[in-house]
């Protein structure tokens, strides 16, 4: 009991002595955060930062922020890298800065990036995260045209345990090849890595970047609770085992490129997500190479679908070997069991492709086109109500862009 009261005097003392310091420049903010104890905040003065190449690092549990939300707007060759522990920074704006690194690089452990905006231009990320258990949210990214990810999350060697939440990724324009994710999770060579990246409760609107919206590429990292909106593409779990995609949102409203879930891999549960008016399917259930390298496509195998509900887009809604003959892609999906879910098409057909060993289908429901009997779906001619998005473009990005 005395070292809790010890511990929360320390604490309390702390904040008392905190100070918010203000700063004009990146050069001020090296010279500051040299001294700055627990608990202070620099303060960075509300107007245009130009070619300021900002490098937060030497301290712990130390702010910085905007003296108005909003009203600090770093252009030019503007960046800003984040190194340590327990910093916070919130209430910046990028706009249409121009760099070949990341417009934001946080390094450390527990640091936050929250109420900040980073609109255009061509920095390699909008942001990079690497350490361990850091958090991005209520942040609005859109606007990306050149190569490389709006967002990449680095997979270095253990499991990183990253948040990202309540964030607005608004408008991806098309790329035109690859390249053109709007979050990645991990690399090719690092996909037999945990990341346990959480992605949740974020609002993914027009993001037609390329055909991977996410692209995972790590094991056992959570995308739940999501909304995709008018979005050209699909979720992709695209190399790495153990992933979960739960209780997702899409309404693609028929956009052209538009689909649902691709699955790559080994032991992921893909459950109670709601995929509507997509053009290209919902599941895509990939065939593999025969001791692929890393780069390939790993055979999709221990999958579970299950009590998701898909409606009103066109069959075939499930492509039960997708890939199969190309690319070197000889290995059919093995042991996946598909049950609880509903199926709601405008045409048939409701299945593409050929099942591969163990395809277990329980308690499946469809609409009653007249398709063939299949055993594990029953048909009917009720279609349940589509649920709401379990989050709105009111919930997430920066409080201060909403007033």
Not at 8 to 14: K, V
Not at 246 to 272: L, P, Q, W
Not at 327 to 346: H, K, M, Q, V
Not at 372 to 384: R, W
Request: overall charge neutral; hydrophobic content about 35%; some cysteine.
């Amino acid at each position: 009991m005395k070292c809790c009261v010890l511990a929360w005097l320390l604490a309390a003392a702390q904040w008392a002595c905190a100070r918010e310091i203000p700063v004009s420049s990146a050069a001020d903010i090296a010279r500051e955060i040299k001294n700055a104890m627990a608990g202070d905040a620099l303060v960075m003065k509300n107007g245009a930062w130009v070619d300021q190449a900002i490098d937060l690092k030497g301290a712990s549990n130390v702010a910085l922020r905007a003296q108005t939300p909003g009203q600090v707007i770093l252009t030019g060759a503007s960046s800003l890298r984040v190194e340590g522990e327990g910093l916070l920074v919130s209430g910046l704006r990028f706009d249409h800065a121009t760099s070949s690194h990341p417009a934001i690089e946080l390094f450390g452990s527990n640091c936050r990036l929250t109420e900040t905006a980073i609109e255009g231009g061509s920095h390699k990320f909008f942001v990079r995260l690497h350490g361990l258990s850091n958090r991005v949210d209520h942040c609005y990214f859109a606007g990306k045209t050149n190569v490389d990810p709006t967002f990449q999350v680095e997979v270095e060697g253990r499991a990183n345990f990253h948040r990202i939440d309540h964030n607005l990724f608004g408008h991806r324009p098309p790329l035109g090849k690859n390249g053109g994710e709007t979050i990645r999770v991990g690399y090719s060579h690092q996909s037999m890595t945990n990341s346990g990246t959480l992605v949740e409760l974020n609002v993914f609107d027009e993001c037609d970047g390329e055909l991977e919206i996410i692209s995972s590429k790590s094991c056992e990292n959570i995308y739940r609770q999501n909304a995709f909106l008018n979005c050209a593409g699909t979720l992709t779990l695209r190399h790495g085992n153990r992933c979960r995609v739960e209780g997702n949102y899409f309404d693609a409203g028929h956009k052209r490129g538009s689909g649902g879930i691709r699955i790559i891999g080994e032991d992921h549960v893909i459950a109670n997500n709601y995929i509507g008016a997509v053009e290209m399917g919902a599941f895509w259930i990939t065939s593999g190479i025969p001791n692929s390298e890393l780069k390939g496509y790993f055979q999709a195998r221990n999958i579970l679908i299950v009590s998701n509900i898909v409606a009103n887009s066109p069959g075939p809604l499930i492509q039960l070997d997708a890939g199969i003959g190309t690319s070197g892609r000889t290995l059919r999906p093995e042991n996946i069991a598909i049950r609880d879910n509903f199926f709601a098409l405008n045409k048939a057909p409701l299945l593409k492709g050929t099942e591969g060993a163990n395809y277990k289908w329980e308690n499946n429901l469809a609409e009653d086109l007249g398709l063939p009997n299949h055993a594990g779906i029953s048909y009917q001619h009720l279609t349940p109500a589509p649920p709401k998005p379990p989050v709105t473009k009111a919930e997430v990005g920066p409080t201060w862009q909403k007033h």
